[in-house]
């Protein structure tokens, strides 16, 4: 089915322990997001690419780094992860334009103890 | 800077009840607000998008409502069946090219057999 894949779906981590997430879309869009999801909180934008080349940061960009590999592929990176980095990461792909909505990954729960 | 709220944050209801979701937003300066819809541990569906210029769009039982020079929309469902129980969150994009989503921290709502 066509849609954002998220890899891992579950990873707990050791504080100071770095890691990627990893996300591609196949729907050949042009922009492509970074979301984290804290209890009782809506999503928060951590970075974006508008297109294939370029990214931007988000509201809560401290303590992550991004690559867009190509136009499919936006990775996340966590270089020494925190407690405070607990969450459930959400990667989304769009469109480039006003009419288009998004679409979403499943998510990757992240716990670091 | 943008702000969005969900009032209220769980909603309990009998089936077969048309009920309505608030969404209120601090900057009526949008491009669009979309509603998505996530069910417990899943990514989120986005379930309608409302242009800045449109009033209203409908998909089936649910009509979303956008009055920007209040700040709100609204969220309306007919005929509420168990299968709606889910999280509800609206979001705005106030930016021209790339959707950088601001979301409220959704509704949780409970349709009751």
């Known amino acids: 089915n066509a849609g954002v894949t998220q890899t891992p779906k579950f990873q707990v981590l050791k504080t100071g322990q770095s890691m990627t997430l990893q996300c591609a879309q196949d729907?050949?869009?042009?922009?492509m997001y970074w979301y984290r999801q804290d209890p009782g909180m809506g999503l928060r934008l951590i970075y974006y690419?508008?297109?294939?080349?370029?990214?931007d940061k988000g509201e809560v960009p401290n303590g992550y780094n991004v690559s867009r590999l190509n136009k499919r592929e936006f990775s996340l990176r966590l270089e020494s992860a925190a407690p405070s980095q607990t969450s459930v990461y959400f990667c989304?792909?769009?469109?480039?334009?006003?009419?288009?909505?998004?679409?979403f990954g499943s998510g990757t729960r992240l716990t670091v103890v | 800077k943008q702000e969005v709220t969900q009032i209220p944050a769980a909603l309990s209801v009998p089936e077969g009840e048309n009920l309505v979701l608030n969404c209120s937003f601090t900057?009526?300066?949008?491009?669009?607000l979309q509603w998505f819809r996530q069910d417990p541990g899943k990514g989120l569906t986005s379930l309608l998008l409302?242009?800045?210029?449109?009033r209203e769009q409908t998909s089936g039982r649910l009509n979303a409502s956008l009055d920007k020079s209040s700040g709100r929309s609204t969220l309306y469902i007919a005929a509420s069946q168990p299968g709606d129980s889910a999280t509800y969150l609206c979001?705005?994009?106030?930016?021209?090219?790339?959707?950088?989503?601001?979301f409220g921290q959704g509704t949780r709502l409970t349709i009751n057999p």
């Open positions: 690419s508008a297109s294939e080349g370029t990214t």
């Open positions: 989304a792909s769009s469109e480039t334009g006003q009419v288009y909505g998004y679409t």
């Open positions: 409302i242009q800045s210029s449109q």
């Open positions: 900057d009526s300066a949008i491009y669009n």
């Open positions: 729907m050949n869009h042009n922009s």
């Open positions: 979001a705005v994009n106030s930016e021209e090219g790339a959707q950088k989503l601001v």
